[in-house]
Every structure is written in structure tokens, then in C-alpha cells.
């Protein structure tokens, strides 16, 4: 039976040789439709010069045709440029580079309010992220309270720049890093206004050699201000990740962070519940809910939003943090799965949402 998960599935079959990514993981696949035998999507192309880009159409025709004869294939190829910018001219106009050239999907890790651990979600996915293959990049722009530097074990390290005068990052676990953390001294305070902020989130997003990603996770300071506004502005998000706790003072700030979102049109891939119940580690089985069951999976249910999991209050998570090691680089820690398995569902999220929606476009707001 053909479904969207089914030429999904066909699709991630079709590989780029230049790259070795299938063309679902590159994002190429939009607007994908199934009506009965009918199967129609656009091959969106973001550089029409890569020498696949003649054969991709066939490939694809070839692919679905063997696994379901019956189908009516109707599938169109387009570059039309939009996304991460490179330099190439619609309609005769040339077009600036973007922010993060060469990056797939952008995804902001976003909270209502501050305390509900999400650093720790956004570290934790973008090593989860790596460890599973993909190429992943993590920008910290909480400019005033930047976590990142500490949860890698970090805080004296410092970025280079290279002969364009573009900012080199910082690698570890197989992700590339940048914080303001980096950047200033870690004794003392970010005192800035709005406008610097806005200018120093541009320039780590757009003067930043970031290489070629298949994700560039942002780790957004809570709330929906002058920050995330710059964000969808600057640069054409994936989407959303909302990270919370399970009470209800905390899910009313996670409600506006998704209302925030579908506001710009920016895609909420999902709802993280963050400290959902506390587990002993004498007692591993055991789970005691100490802030409420289940506030941000009933919250995403009534927002018609995905949830991707649950994640315990375990000191082991708090620990690791502060020693610079990600709990989900320990595979020993029950943890380390549950990170695993909501990166994973987030990955079937951000393809499903490529080739399901047309691409985000930054926004203009007045």
C-alpha cells in the first residue's frame, strides 16, 4: 500500500554519490503527496549545478516504479534557491550568501521560561545526533547566560578565525560548537541592549564557518523576545523543539513558546518534557512525579503537536553536565537512550516535515 511513510521509505534509497546522503536526509524531498495511486512531489534542489541533479528525476521515477508499478507518478525539479542562500541569481538578481551555508535543517531548541533544562535537551540531542552519524553543529545564543561552555567541559577554550575573518568552532563529541561563552569573559556579565544582542546572534549565525551540517541546533535563551525574533528572521528555521516541565506554571510558558512559533509559521517538531518523574538510582524502577504526570504530553496533545519524550530527573543527568560530558555520550546511563530515542524521532520529524510542507522562509516582522 503506498503511503507517505512507504515512498518515504523507497525515497531514502536514492543516493547523492557526491555526498553519500539519500535525498529525503539532504532535504530535497517537498510537498509530497499521496492520493490513491497518484504520488506527486517537487525534487527541490538547492544547488541545480551538483552533477546528480540531471539524473536525480529519474532515479527517483526508476526507484518507486519498481515498488509500485501501479503508481501514477507526477514529480517536478526545482531550485528556486530558497533556504541557506549560495550566491546563485533568481530572476537576475544576485543573492547575498546566507547564514549557515551548506547546512540541511536548522532547529531551535526553545523554552517559555528559564530552568526547565534546556541546555541540557539541546547538548544532549546534538551529541545523541552525531553519534548516530550526522554531521551536527550547536550555536549557544543564550548571549547572557550561555550554558554551553560548561556542559562541554569548555570554559577556556576559544575559537579561531580563519583568513575570510569567518569564526572556526569548537568540536567535541563530534559536534561543532559556539557560545558567547567563548567569546567573553566568564566572570563577568553580558550587559547589552537589545540591538547588540541582535547584531552579535547575526553574526555568529552568518560569520561562522559552519561547513556542511545536516543539523545546526540553536540553543535559544527562554521566552519570545527580541532573540527569537532575530532567529526567524536571520535564518529559514527547520522548527521547533519546546522543551518544559510537567507543572502547570511551566506549560503555561510552553504554550506561548508554541503559539510564538505558529505565529511566524515556524513548524513545533515537537514537545520534550524535561525532569518528567525522579528516579533513585537504588531504586531504577521506581518514578515519582514531583512537579505533576504528564503536563507537557497533555499540553502537546492539545496543541495537535508532536511529543517526543520524556526525559527522568536522575542526578547522573546534572553530573555529567557539570563535568563536561553529556549523559547520552555514556551508554551505561538509561538516559543516554531515552536521548537517543527522542533524536531519533526527532530526525523522522524534520524529514517528514521537509517533505510534506513547503520550505520555511525567513520572515519580515514589523
Known amino acids: 500500500m503506498m503511503t507517505i511513510e512507504s515512498i518515504l521509505e ?90 549557515g551555508e551548506g547546512v540541511t535543517n536548522i532547529i531551535a531548541v526553545a523554552s517559555g521560561k528559564g530552568g526547565v533544562g534546556k541546555s541540557t535537551v539541546s547538548s544532549n540531542l546534538a551529541v545523541a545526533l552525531a553519534s548516530q552519524g550526522y554531521a551536527v553543529g550547536l550555536a549557544d545564543v543564550d548571549i547572557y547566560g550561555p550554558s554551553i561552555p560548561t556542559m562541554f567541559g569548555l570554559q577556556e577554550a576559544k575559537p579561531s578565525v580563519n583568513a575570510e575573518r569567518r569564526i572556526i568552532p569548537l568540536e567535541k563529541f563530534g559536534v561543532k560548537l559556539l557560545s558567547m561563552g567563548f567569546l567573553v569573559d566568564p566572570e563577568k556579565a553580558v550587559i547589552w541592549r537589545g540591538p547588540m544582542v541582535t547584531s552579535a546572534v547575526q553574526q555568529f549565525l552568518g560569520d561562522t564557518e559552519w561547513g556542511e551540517l545536516d543539523f545546526l541546533i540553536l540553543d535559544l535563551p527562554p521566552g519570545t523576545g527580541d532573540i527569537q525574533l532575530t532567529i526567524v528572521q536571520t535564518v529559514p528555521l527547520s522548527g521547533a523543539v519546546i522543551v518544559s516541565t510537567p507543572q502547570r506554571v511551566a506549560l503555561a510558558d510552553a504554550r506561548k513558546g508554541v503559539g510564538m512559533f505558529d505565529q511566524v509559521e515556524v513548524p513545533v517538531l515537537g514537545v520534550v518534557e524535561n525532569m518528567a518523574y525522579f528516579t533513585p538510582p537504588e531504586l531504577p524502577e521506581n518514578k515519582y512525579y514531583l512537579f505533576g504526570q504528564g503536563g507537557a504530553r497533555a499540553l502537546a496533545e492539545e496543541l495537535d503537536v508532536h511529543f517526543l519524550g520524556e526525559v527522568p530527573l536522575i542526578e547522573a543527568i546534572r553530573t555529567n553536565a557539570d563535568d563536561g560530558t553529556p549523559i547520552v555520550t555514556d551508554p551505561s546511563e538509561a538516559a543516554s537512550g531515552i536521548f537517543d530515542h527522542i533524536a531519533t524521532d526527532l530526525v523522522n520529524q524534520v524529514e517528514q516535515r521537509n517533505a510534506l510542507r513547503p520550505a520555511t522562509q525567513k520572515i519580515e516582522i514589523s
Open 10 to 99: 523507497i525515497l531514502r534509497d536514492v543516493i547523492d554519490p557526491d555526498s553519500g546522503k539519500n535525498v529525503v536526509r539532504r532535504g530535497w524531498i517537498r510537498d509530497l503527496k499521496v492520493e490513491g495511486h497518484t504520488v506527486s512531489f517537487t525534487i527541490l534542489l538547492q544547488d541545480p549545478t551538483v552533477p546528480f541533479a540531471s539524473k536525480v528525476r529519474g532515479v527517483c521515477e526508476q526507484a518507486l516504479k519498481s515498488a509500485f508499478p501501479e503508481a501514477d507518478l507526477r514529480i517536478e525539479q526545482d531550485s528556486p534557491m530558497i533556504g541557506l542562500g549560495n550566491g546563485l541569481t533568481i530572476d537576475g538578481q544576485s543573492q547575498k550568501k546566507g547564514p
